[in-house]
C-alpha cells in the first residue's frame, strides 16, 4: 500500500513540474510540429509504405528527445532527498507510468498531425491506434531506463541515442509490421504474433528495470 | 597444466583441430545450389553457438558483479563480451562468404543476418558505455545494469523475431537451403564436436584474456 501512494505521489509531483514549467511538453510539441512539416515539404506525396515507416521514425526520434530529459532534470541535492524518503522502485515506476502518459499523448497528436498533412492511407483506423499506443508503451518502458543509465554517464545526449537503438530496433520493427498490417486493414489475427511478442518483451523490461534502478540510483 | 582440471582445454583444441581437419577431407552429401558450400557449416555454426554461450557468461557475470562487487566478476564480465563480439564478426564473414555463393549477395536482407548485426550493436554500444565512464567502480556497475538490461532483448532478436518471419536460413520459410534432414550422420559426427570445440575454446581464450588484463591492473597500480 505504502509503495502505491509513494508511485502516486511521485507521479503527482513529475505532472505538477511539467505544468509549473510547461518547458518539456511545448518543446516536444513544436519538434513535432517541426518534424511532420519539413517531412511534407520534402515529400509531398508518398506511398503508403514510406508512410508507415516515416511515422515511426519520427515517433522514434520524438521519444528519444522526449524521454532523455526525465532524469536529466533531477539534481544532486534531489536525489539526497529521494535518498531519504522514497523505494527506488517506486521512483523508476513513476516516470515510466509517466513517460507512457506523456509518450501517449504525443503519439496521438503526433499521428493526428501527419494524417491531417499527408492523405491517409489507414484502413483499419482503430487497430492503428491501437498499435500507435502499444508504441507509446513500448518506447516509454525502454527508454525510461535507458535514460537513467545515460544520466549516471555524464547525462550525455549522445550516449543515450547510441544506448537506446540497439535495443529498440526488435520492438520497432514488430511495431512496424502490425502497424502496416493495419494500414493494409488485412485481417486482425494476423497481428496477434506480433502483439503478444510486444506485450511479453514490455512485461520483461518493466521487470528488469524494478530489479535493476535500485542498483545505478546511488553514485 | 595439471590435467585434471585443464583437461577441457585439451579436449577443445582436440576437437577444433579434428573439426578443421574432417570439414575439409569428410564426406558431404551432394546437393543442389549448396554443393561443397555444405561443409562451412562446422565453421560458421560454431562461432554462433560460442558467442551466445560468452554473451550468457556476460550477462551472469553481470548479475554476479551487482551482487557482490567483486571486481574479478566485471572482469570476466567485459572479456567474455570482447571475445562474444570478436566470434560474432567472424560469424557475420562466414556467414556473409557463404552467402554470396548460396544466395547471391553477401548481404541478403535475410532477418537472422540483420538481428545478427542489431545484437553485435548492443555489445558495441555496451563499449562505447565503458569508455564514457572513467570512475572503475561506477563503470563497472553501470556497464552491468545496461548489459543485464540489453540481454533479453538480444535473446529476442537472435531467437524470437526471425522465427516471425520468412528467412533464408534454414528452418524457417520455404528455401533450398539447409535443413535438419540435408545433414547425414557422417556430418552431425563433425558438427557437434565442431560446436562444443568452439565453446571450450571461446571460454579458454576469455580466461586467459582475463588474466592478462588483471596483471595488467596490477601492474599499472604498482
Known amino acids: ?219 | 597444466m595439471k590435467i585434471k582440471s585443464d583437461w577441457w582445454k585439451i579436449l577443445g583444441v582436440v576437437l577444433v583441430l579434428f573439426s578443421l581437419f574432417q570439414g575439409l577431407m569428410g564426406r558431404v552429401p551432394v546437393l543442389p545450389i549448396l554443393h561443397e558450400t555444405i561443409r562451412n557449416i562446422y565453421y560458421h555454426v560454431p562461432m554462433w553457438f560460442a558467442m551466445v554461450v560468452l554473451f550468457v557468461f556476460n550477462a551472469v557475470y553481470s548479475i554476479k558483479y551487482l551482487s557482490s562487487g567483486n571486481e574479478h566478476h566485471d572482469n570476466i564480465a567485459v572479456e567474455s563480451a570482447n571475445v562474444g563480439l570478436f566470434l560474432g564478426i567472424l560469424g557475420l564473414l562466414t556467414g556473409m562468404l557463404w552467402a554470396k555463393f548460396t544466395w547471391g549477395e553477401a548481404w541478403s536482407n535475410d532477418p537472422k543476418q540483420n538481428s545478427a548485426a542489431i545484437g553485435m550493436l548492443v555489445y558495441l554500444a555496451y563499449f562505447v558505455l565503458r569508455g564514457s565512464l572513467d570512475e572503475a567502480q561506477k563503470r563497472a556497475k553501470i556497464s552491468a545494469v545496461y548489459s543485464v538490461f540489453a540481454f533479453p532483448v538480444m535473446i529476442v532478436l537472435l531467437f524470437i523475431l526471425p522465427r516471425l518471419t520468412d528467412s533464408l536460413h534454414p528452418g524457417n520459410g520455404g528455401n533450398p537451403g539447409f535443413n535438419k534432414y540435408d545433414m547425414d550422420n557422417q556430418m552431425r559426427m563433425v558438427f557437434y564436436p565442431a560446436v562444443i570445440g568452439w565453446i571450450l575454446i571461446g571460454v579458454w581464450v576469455m580466461q586467459i584474456r582475463v588474466r592478462l588484463l588483471e596483471i595488467t591492473n596490477q601492474i599499472l597500480e604498482n
Not at chain 1, 520534402?42 to 528527445?65: C, G, M, Q, V
Not at chain 1, 545526449?157 to 494500414?183: D, G, Q, R, Y
Not at chain 1, 523490461?205 to 534502478?213: C, E, G, N
Open chain 1, 1 to 219: 500500500m505504502a509503495f502505491i501512494k509513494e508511485t502516486t505521489t511521485l507521479i503527482r509531483k513529475e505532472f505538477l513540474m511539467e505544468w509549473r514549467s510547461k518547458y518539456a511538453f511545448n518543446g516536444i510539441l513544436i519538434y513535432v510540429f517541426a518534424t511532420v512539416f519539413i517531412c511534407y515539404l520534402s515529400f509531398k506525396k508518398i506511398d503508403p509504405i514510406t508512410w508507415n515507416a516515416l511515422f515511426w521514425i519520427i515517433l522514434l526520434f520524438t521519444s528519444i528527445n522526449a524521454i532523455a530529459k526525465s532524469f536529466m532534470q533531477e539534481n544532486r541535492s534531489r536525489y539526497l532527498y529521494y535518498y531519504t524518503i522514497v523505494n527506488p522502485a517506486a521512483l523508476i515506476l513513476s516516470k515510466i507510468i509517466y513517460n507512457l502518459i506523456l509518450m501517449s499523448f504525443i503519439a496521438f497528436i503526433c499521428l493526428f498531425f501527419y494524417t491531417v498533412v499527408f492523405n491517409n492511407p489507414i484502413h483499419d483506423f482503430s487497430y492503428y491506434l491501437l498499435a500507435v499506443a502499444l508504441g507509446g508503451l513500448s518506447f516509454s518502458s525502454m527508454f525510461t531506463m535507458v535514460s537513467a543509465i545515460a544520466s549516471k554517464a555524464n547525462n550525455n545526449s549522445t550516449l543515450m541515442a547510441i544506448l537506446s537503438f540497439p535495443v529498440i530496433v526488435p520492438l520497432l520493427m514488430l511495431l512496424i509490421k502490425f502497424a502496416k498490417n493495419a494500414m493494409d486493414g488485412i485481417d486482425r489475427a494476423s497481428s496477434a504474433n506480433e502483439i503478444g511478442v510486444l506485450l511479453l518483451i514490455n512485461i520483461i523490461v518493466f521487470a528488469v528495470s524494478l530489479l535493476l534502478f535500485p542498483y545505478i540510483w546511488r553514485d
